[in-house]
């Protein structure tokens, strides 16, 4: 008994801390949970490639502004502080943004890492995690013999009907280059062929 009564009083103190730590991460993901502006797309449905991603109807008819990013690239945390000014630069109910991102969602802390960034800068747009698979997929499919990078962050942009038009677009850190992009997108039908 006395055996018991010491792993007790040692595992017991460690089980209250990590439970508290639990709480306190899940108070902060369930504090980022789908809201009028911010939207995630359900990982359920199973999305296999780009094409299918982007011909979810709440991209069709839209110029679609896409983010690739993750929680562990510094440039891209950085250049994620001044989306939510640069969006209300673009203010077109014709302009969704798509925030794609592999976190692996295996580690329980960069699923929170990923809700409390999207959260605290004001990410509003729709978010996907996709898998090593899909991530993998998605770089095969956008490349293209002049852009073979798979660096992120990496912004691309698809105009209304559905159609990649610049696969490597200036992004963040070149607002005003990035805004003359998608107001391209918005003007023109030229289309960049996807792989």
Same mark, same amino acid.
């Given at each position: 008994?006395?055996?018991?009564?010491?792993?007790?009083?040692?595992?017991?103190?460690?089980?209250i801390? *990590?439970?508290?730590?639990?709480?306190?991460?899940?108070s902060?993901?369930?504090?980022? *949970?789908?809201?009028?502006? *911010?939207?995630?797309?359900?990982?359920?449905?199973?999305?296999?490639?780009?094409?299918?991603?982007?011909?979810?109807?709440?991209?069709?008819?839209?110029?679609?502004?896409i983010?690739?990013?993750?929680?562990?690239?510094?440039?891209?945390?950085?250049?994620?502080?001044?989306?939510? #000014?640069?969006? @209300?630069?673009?203010?077109?109910?014709?302009?969704?943004?798509?925030?794609?991102?592999?976190?692996?969602?295996? @580690?329980?802390?960069?699923?929170?890492?990923?809700?409390?960034i999207?959260?605290?800068?004001?990410?509003?747009?729709?978010?996907?995690?996709?898998?090593?698979?899909?991530?993998?997929?998605?770089?095969?499919?956008?490349?293209?013999?002049?852009?073979?990078?798979?660096?992120?962050? @990496?912004?691309?942009?698809l105009?209304?009907?559905?159609q990649?038009?610049?696969?490597?677009?200036?992004?963040?850190?070149?607002?005003?280059?990035?805004?003359?992009? *998608?107001?391209?997108?918005? #003007?023109?039908?030229?289309?960049?062929?996807? @792989?």
């Amino acid at each position: 008994m006395n055996l018991l009564s010491k792993v007790f009083k040692i595992l017991f103190p460690l089980f209250i801390i *990590i439970a508290c730590s639990a709480a306190v991460y899940l108070s902060n993901y369930l504090k980022y *949970i789908d809201s009028n502006d *911010i939207k995630f797309i359900n990982p359920k449905q199973k999305l296999a490639s780009f094409k299918e991603i982007t011909e979810l109807p709440q991209f069709k008819n839209k110029v679609v502004v896409i983010d690739i990013w993750s929680v562990s690239c510094g440039p891209c945390l950085k250049q994620l502080k001044t989306a939510y #000014d640069f969006k @209300r630069k673009v203010a077109s109910k014709d302009v969704v943004f798509l925030y794609i991102s592999y976190n692996n969602r295996f @580690r329980l802390d960069r699923q929170l890492k990923w809700k409390q960034i999207i959260g605290e800068n004001k990410l509003f747009g729709y978010h996907l995690e996709v898998d090593s698979k899909l991530y993998d997929k998605l770089w095969t499919e956008i490349n293209s013999p002049t852009v073979t990078s798979i660096a992120v962050p @990496r912004y691309l942009i698809l105009n209304k009907q559905g159609q990649l038009v610049n696969n490597n677009a200036a992004g963040l850190d070149s607002p005003q280059q990035f805004l003359q992009q *998608i107001q391209s997108a918005l #003007d023109t039908t030229a289309v960049l062929a996807v @792989r």
